[in-house]
C-alpha cells in the first residue's frame, strides 16, 4: 500500500524563513520517491513527529492560515494516491508524480498539444520548477533563461523563441551571441551596443568574454531543457539531435600539498581573525573533500560519530547514496574549535565570493606561491600563475582527491567519499599523475 510520509527541507525561503514540506512517497522498499509539495511551512508550526501542521488555539488569522495550509497538504495527499492507486507501480515515476503536484497547484495546461510562441520562458520556468532540485542549481537555469531571452532580442525582426520551431542553426547562433555578448559593452562596463536588450532583460554583471567551458555548460544545461521537454510530451521537436556540443578542454589538476596544507593551518593570522576563520574553514573542506555547495548546507546533525555524512545533491536524484568521511585529528579541531550550540550551520560560513577572495589572500599571506600551469579558459593557451592567484573553494575538493590518490590509488574508494558515481568521467578531472607517481610504476620494470 502506497504511504506518503512528510518533513521539511532543510533550506529556508530567504524573504519569509519558510522551509518547503516535503514528501517521500513509498510504494514499496524498491518504489521510493522523494518530491517537493511547493507548499512552504515556518518550522515553529510544524510538528515532525506527528508530520502535520501545529494549530495554535488562539483564534485568529494565523489559525486560519495554518488549518487552510493542513487542508492544503491532506488535499495533495490524497490527490496524489488517489491518481497513483490504480496504476502499475513501474509506470509511477518521479516525473507524473512532480507533474500532479504541479497540476494540482497550477491546473493541467489546456494548450500543452498546441504550443504556442508565447509559452516558451512559461514552459522553460515549469521545467526549473519541476526539475531543479537545488538553489544553486535553479539560480543557473534561470541565468540561462535571461540568456535566452537577450538572444532573442538580439535576433530582432519579431524572431521569438519558440519550442517546435528551433532549429539546429537557432542554437549555433545562440552559441554565437554567447561568445560575442561581452562585445556590447567597453571596458568600463558601459553598454555601447543593443541598449534595448539590456532595459528590457537586465544583467546583474556585465557579461565578461565567455570560455568554451562555459559556454559548453550553458549550452548543456539547454539541452537538458529540451530533453525533458521532449520526454513529458510538451514537443517533438529536438534541435540538439543535429547540434554537437563545444568540446570541453581541462588542464592539469593543481592543489596545494598535505605539508602547504598543515603549513597554512599552522600561520599565525591573529592581526586578521576573520581571515583565520575562513582559513579553518578551507582547511576542514580540503579535509572532506566536499562540493562547496554541498559544504555551506552542512549542519551539526551531519556529524555522525568521528565521520560527515550527507547526501550530495548532483547525484541526489540517480542514486542518493550517503556520502561518509572520516574526520583526521585536524578536522576534529576545527570542529572543537567552533562548537556554538546558538548556530544551525557546521561552521560560521560566509558568501562564496568573500570565502574565495579569503582563500586566495590566506594562501599568499602564508607564503604559498608555488607556480603552476593553468589553461586559460577564454584563450585555451597555458599561462603561469602563483597558486594563490588561482585558487578557489573548488581546489579544496581537489587537495583532498589529488592528495589520497598520490598515495592511495584507488579511484572507486575515493569517490566514495566526494560523491561521485561508480566509474565518473569527471573524477579525472581531480587527480593528477605526477612523476613521483611514475617512478613508482616503471620501478616495477626492474
Known amino acids: 500500500m502506497a504511504t506518503i510520509r512528510k518533513s521539511l527541507a532543510r533550506k529556508k525561503q530567504k524573504d519569509s524563513g519558510k522551509q518547503e514540506v516535503m514528501f517521500r512517497l513509498s510504494l514499496s522498499r524498491e518504489n521510493v520517491f522523494r518530491i517537493k509539495s511547493q507548499i512552504y511551512c515556518e518550522a515553529k508550526y510544524w510538528d515532525a513527529k506527528k508530520e502535520k501542521v501545529l494549530i495554535p488555539r488562539v483564534h485568529g488569522k494565523v489559525q486560519a492560515e495554518l488549518l487552510s495550509l493542513q487542508k492544503k497538504l491532506d488535499e495533495l495527499s490524497s490527490c496524489l494516491l488517489e491518481q497513483i492507486l490504480n496504476l502499475p507501480a513501474e509506470k509511477v515515476n518521479k516525473e507524473l508524480l512532480e507533474h500532479i503536484v504541479h497540476v494540482f497547484h497550477f491546473g493541467e495546461d489546456e494548450n500543452k498539444d498546441d504550443e504556442c510562441e508565447d509559452d516558451f520562458v512559461d514552459l522553460f520556468k515549469t521545467f526549473i520548477s519541476v526539475r531543479v532540485k537545488t538553489s544553486p542549481r535553479d539560480r543557473e537555469f534561470l541565468c540561462v533563461l535571461r540568456m535566452l531571452q ?11 523563441l ?3 520551431k528551433m532549429t539546429d542553426l537557432d ?3 545562440f552559441e554565437e551571441f554567447l561568445k560575442i555578448e561581452y562585445t556590447f559593452f567597453d571596458q568600463n562596463g558601459k553598454c555601447i551596443k543593443y541598449a534595448h536588450i539590456y532595459k528590457k532583460i537586465p544583467v546583474t554583471r556585465i557579461p565578461k568574454q565567455r570560455g568554451i567551458n562555459g559556454i559548453h555548460g550553458t549550452m548543456k544545461m539547454f539541452r537538458t531543457f529540451y530533453n525533458w521537454a521532449v520526454k513529458t510530451g510538451r514537443t517533438e521537436n529536438n534541435p540538439f539531435k543535429k547540434y554537437q556540443l563545444p568540446a570541453c578542454v581541462y588542464g592539469t589538476p593543481f592543489f596545494i600539498t598535505t605539508e602547504e596544507r598543515n603549513r597554512l593551518f599552522e600561520f599565525d593570522f591573529s592581526d586578521s581573525p576573520q581571515l583565520a576563520v575562513q582559513r579553518d574553514i578551507f582547511v576542514f573542506q580540503s579535509c572532506i573533500g566536499i562540493r562547496t555547495g554541498d559544504f555551506y548546507k ?5 556529524v555522525v560519530g568521528d565521520s560527515i555524512e550527507y547526501i550530495a545533491n548532483k547525484t541526489l536524484n540517480k542514486t542518493a547514496r550517503t556520502v561518509s568521511v572520516p574526520l583526521i585529528p585536524q578536522a576534529k579541531t576545527i570542529l572543537e574549535r567552533y562548537r556554538d550550540e546558538n548556530r544551525t550551520e557546521l561552521l560560521p560560513f560566509i558568501s562564496t565570493v568573500h570565502y574565495n577572495k579569503s582563500i586566495r589572500e590566506m594562501l599568499k ?3 604559498i606561491n608555488r607556480i603552476v600551469t593553468i589553461i586559460n579558459p577564454v584563450t585555451r593557451q597555458s599561462e603561469q600563475h602563483p597558486i594563490y592567484e588561482v585558487a578557489s573553494s573548488y581546489m579544496a575538493r581537489r587537495n583532498f582527491i589529488g592528495n589520497l590518490y598520490k598515495k592511495v590509488k584507488d579511484a572507486s574508494l575515493i569517490g566514495c567519499m566526494t560523491g561521485h558515481t561508480e ?3 569527471a573524477f579525472a578531472r581531480y587527480r593528477a599523475i605526477d612523476s613521483e607517481m611514475k617512478k613508482e610504476v616503471v620501478k616495477n620494470l626492474e
Do not use: M, P
Open 150 to 160: 537577450r538572444y532573442e532580442l538580439y535576433r530582432g525582426r519579431g524572431y521569438k
Open 298 to 302: 552542512l549542519t551539526k546533525d551531519n
Open 162 to 164: 519558440s519550442l517546435d
Open 171 to 173: 542554437v549555433l547562433k
Open 365 to 367: 599571506r602564508a607564503g
Open 423 to 425: 566509474g565518473s568521467r
